[in-house]
């Protein structure tokens, strides 16, 4: 991966406030030519930093519960469970975690009834899930959307610090 400059940050910045502004009008805020942005994008995109993608309102669409749960799973069906899991319509992310949970989803669901009849009737029923921990949220104060670049990014080389394989200090 290359490392992100000032430009980059500045056109991410612009596609996270509205993925559709044209490249022109990003152009004109940075500062450089409209080639320059399209051609900065397009790295972005193929060097997997950037995703431009339409973002689903659960909300506006009737989902008005959303809800974390934490699934504790037998021994050896970690990963079945979780595609098992991950294939159901209310289900947003899936991840798998350490500790004494073994996955993380979050949920959609139009109300605290239809919630509860998801988590003890499809998730509790799931072959190889011993318990299910759940937590309504009622207020999201910062989502994946609003995450900003950091100042430092864990891949940027600096001096004295280990490089990772395949990375090439002088390509960034």
Not at 61 to 88: I, M, Y
Not at 100 to 114: G, K, Y
Not at 119 to 128: A, I
Request: glycine share 6%; charged share 30%.
């Amino acid at each position: 991966m290359r490392s992100i400059d000032h430009i980059d940050r500045a056109i991410i910045a612009c596609l996270q406030q509205d993925s559709r502004t044209p490249s022109a009008e990003i152009a004109r805020k940075v500062g450089v030519a409209e080639r320059t942005v399209r051609a900065r994008i397009d790295r972005l995109v193929n060097d997997q930093v950037l995703r431009l993608v339409g973002v689903l309102n659960p909300k506006a669409l009737g989902f008005e519960v959303t809800a974390d749960v934490f699934l504790e799973v037998e021994l050896g069906r970690v990963q079945e469970v979780a595609e098992t899991v991950a294939a159901l319509d209310e289900v947003g992310y899936v991840g798998l975690t350490t500790g004494d949970r073994d996955i993380s989803l979050q949920l959609f669901a139009p109300s605290v009834d239809a919630l509860y009849d998801f988590v003890t009737e499809k998730l509790n029923r799931t072959p190889g899930v011993l318990r299910a921990k759940t937590f309504v949220i009622p207020r999201v104060v910062k989502s994946i959307y609003q995450w900003e670049l950091p100042e430092r990014l864990p891949l940027e080389a600096r001096p004295g610090q280990h490089v990772p394989p395949g990375h090439d200090r002088r390509r960034g």
